[in-house]
């Protein structure tokens, strides 16, 4: 046997029927990453950056379309002036033959010969063919498209904004192969419905705008790679939610910003490209051209009640990743791997919920040695279940044994605050409906703030939120959101509670308990929601890959791993099993 075999390419299907036709942009994005142009393509994923911001300003004066392009009998017979130059701009061709279309950024004409000119950022790159592959592509794309309307075509040209320079680009046959090669490739890929694997060890990624969608590294790692992870997928977060709970507030638009009326606070302005999400809690307004704005610039914006509880969400057009939901939808009508996939949520959970009696106790050590153990022994009856009933048993089981050693995380009121008070708190049990105590209110509400989170993470991503795995499908219940957030309960909205309480930033004063049960005051509820928000924005150790990312982008980056997990790329879903 011989590691060397012949290829075979096979030409792609013709274009036909509703098939569409294949931007050159997309081919040119194909030939400098596969993955890139698949994820942009066929998933529909895109990311602004400041790379495509300067692209957009540079193409700016040729996207305005100008006269249109003579006819080519016109040229060819000096009916148009041929001792002239003709320029058109921002000129759409298609070509059902090549199965293309391309919008030139200029067209020249002179003499009867037509040049397609395409503008790029930058400067010229010193490469031995004057500039890369994927732009020599494209330029050529254009031309066929050129002569496959009857104009004459003998060059192309790039112009380089930044260093205003003009690049002949010679379209020989080799190059035409090679164009054409790409095309059906792509087009091949596409209707094979795999996406490429990605990038080994790439220079490329980490300018991408795409990689934290992509997640090189990542995937590779969780697929068995040796190379060492590289921080490229843990960007800042630039933009944070704005919350909204102080009552009769109103918010505007104004310019590129949100305006903000509060009668207690006066007026403030936020931009939207400092948003990610807007949380109204209560009674709070919003104007017809701020929620306008909100979902052209797809933000989400999610109601609560005045107490926290999640209502909804309103949010734009919404992913057209159709392929991830088409997988999503696949495997929660499969039985076995929906089992499969809950054992392992159900036992991260637990595992995450020994993490927090571990770090936080405060009891006698003999009772943390029993609840430990307890829902050890309860982690390895997850792994063999064999019905989601007998699961859904060995949850509740455990819950019930953190939950009674709940109270030996909190403060005793032996134990003294900063100004010498007393902690007020007492826990019992857990109930949801009509929280009787304050922790169980806390709890309640910092649940509630994660869901929103989860589920503005997953819609994000293009899953449906409300499709899940584990939790039963109900009606304006987000089953997948719910499903996640069963490992992050007690890492984050838990230990949420115990710093409230602990450190005294909330207090007793800050309840009010009525027949219908306990809820925050609006000044105990504002201090709350800065705590969870302060939560997500620390940074942690991610323990599969060891990159210092917030709690905030980790949310976001295990909906993305799910999203490789669904789409067959991963072998298994890797939970947050912090240490």
């Not at 990743?321 to 991260?348: G, M, P």
């Not at 936080?360 to 003999?366: I, M, T, Y």
């Not at 959101?481 to 800050?510: C, K, Y």
Request: proline share 7%; hydrophobic share 40%.
């Amino acid at each position: 046997m011989t590691d060397n075999q012949l290829e075979f390419h096979l030409p792609a299907l013709p274009v036909s029927g509703d098939t569409p036709l294949i931007p050159a942009r997309m081919v040119n994005e194909f030939v400098y990453c596969p993955r890139l142009a698949y994820l942009m393509w066929t998933q529909g994923e895109w990311a602004e950056t400041g790379d495509t911001v300067e692209c957009n300003r540079v193409h700016a004066r040729v996207d305005r379309p100008s006269a249109p392009l003579p006819a080519p009998e016109a040229l060819e017979t000096g009916e148009a002036l041929a001792s002239e130059k003709v320029v058109s701009r921002s000129l759409t061709l298609s070509s059902t033959t090549l199965g293309v279309i391309a919008k030139l950024d200029i067209a020249e004409a002179d003499d009867g010969i037509v040049t397609p000119v395409d503008y790029k950022r930058g400067k010229r790159p010193h490469v031995a063919q004057g500039v890369y592959e994927p732009e020599r592509i494209q330029i050529c794309l254009q031309a066929l498209l050129l002569e496959e309307h009857g104009y004459r075509v003998e060059d192309g040209a790039i112009y380089y904004a930044e260093g205003r320079e003009r690049v002949r680009i010679t379209l020989d046959d080799g190059l035409r192969t090679a164009a054409r090669t790409a095309v059906s490739e792509l087009r091949l890929t596409v209707s094979q419905s795999r996406i490429p694997p990605p990038l080994k060890d790439s220079p490329k990624c980490p300018r991408c705008a795409l990689v934290t969608v992509c997640l090189p590294d990542d995937v590779r790692s969780l697929s068995g790679s040796p190379l060492a992870l590289r921080t490229i997928a843990v960007p800042p977060d630039e933009a944070l939610p704005l919350i909204v709970q102080s009552q009769h507030a109103r918010i505007g638009k104004e310019g590129e910003t949100l305006k903000i009326t509060d009668e207690e606070k006066g007026e403030a302005q936020v931009r939207f490209i400092d948003i990610s999400d807007v949380a109204l809690y209560g009674n709070v307004s919003i104007t017809t051209p701020a929620l306008a704005a909100l979902l052209d610039r797809e933000i989400p914006v999610t109601f609560h009640s005045h107490s926290g509880w999640f209502r909804g969400v309103a949010h734009g057009i919404g992913h057209r990743n159709v392929e991830i939901r088409t997988a999503q939808y696949r495997l929660s009508f499969d039985e076995a791997a929906c089992l499969r996939f809950a054992k392992e949520l159900v036992a991260a959970k637990i595992t995450n919920q020994r993490t927090i009696l571990r770090r936080n106790w405060r009891g006698p050590p003999e009772e943390r040695q029993a609840a430990l153990d307890r829902l050890g022994a309860a982690r390895k009856s997850a792994d063999g279940v064999a019905t989601l009933t007998q699961l859904l048993g060995v949850e509740g089981d455990a819950a019930a044994v953190y939950f009674r050693a709940f109270a030996g995380l909190l403060k005793s009121p032996e134990d003294k605050q900063g100004a010498g008070e007393l902690a007020p708190f007492r826990f019992e049990a857990r109930n949801r409906r009509r929280p009787t105590d304050p922790i169980n209110a806390m709890l309640s509400l910092a649940y509630a703030m994660l869901t929103r989170h989860l589920t503005i993470a997953l819609a994000s991503v293009g899953l449906d939120p409300y499709r899940g795995f584990y939790h039963a499908p109900r009606y304006g219940r987000p089953a997948l959101a719910l499903d996640l957030m069963e490992p992050f309960r007690a890492i984050i909205a838990d230990s949420v509670v115990l710093s409230a309480v602990n450190t005294g930033e909330v207090g007793q004063n800050d309840f009010v308990v009525a027949v219908t049960g306990t809820a925050l005051t609006q000044a105990g509820r504002r201090r709350f929601v800065e705590a969870f928000e302060r939560r997500l924005s620390q940074e942690t150790t991610h323990p599969v890959f060891g990159y210092q990312v917030s709690m905030r982008r980790m949310l976001l980056v295990q909906t993305r791993l799910l999203s490789r997990f669904l789409l067959g790329e991963l072998p298994t879903y890797p939970h947050y099993l912090p240490r």
